[in-house]
């Protein structure tokens, strides 16, 4: 059973800086693109970040640019996004997601999910 479990969200203040991390049990975890999302309170789910198979080409929404960055270990099957210079905008339920081959900023086109891990920015 393809398991995402993420993990690293928490409460910091303004400006501060978490990295979360999402271990995949996918056997051929260098076959998936992977990306991350984020879901607000009343809000629709958004694309955040994405990862090529390889770790070579990235992608971040406009509103993430510059302050986020997502990586990727294929060795220890782990996708990670280091997140600085937080904003309360970016409060959230952050999701790692799995799709084969390449990723997109579709939620709906990925494979697998995990469960999330919240995110919370005081100001």
């Known amino acids: 059973q393809v398991q995402l479990v993420e993990s690293g969200g928490g409460l910091v203040q303004t400006g501060g800086s978490l990295r979360l991390s999402c271990a995949a049990s996918l056997r051929t975890f260098s076959n998936y693109g992977m990306g991350w999302f984020r879901q607000a309170p009343g809000k629709e789910r958004e694309f955040v970040a994405s990862?090529?198979?390889?770790?070579?080409?990235?992608y971040y929404a406009d509103s993430v640019k510059g302050r986020f960055t997502i990586s990727r270990d294929n060795a220890k099957n782990i996708v990670a996004l280091q997140m600085n210079s937080l904003k309360p905008e970016d409060t959230a339920l952050y999701y790692c997601?799995?799709?084969?081959?390449?990723?997109?900023?579709?939620?709906?086109?990925?494979?697998?999910w995990g469960q999330g891990t919240q995110v919370t920015v005081s100001s």
């Open positions: 990862i090529s198979r390889g770790g070579i080409s990235t």
């Open positions: 997601a799995a799709r084969l081959l390449v990723p997109t900023t579709t939620w709906s086109q990925y494979d697998y």
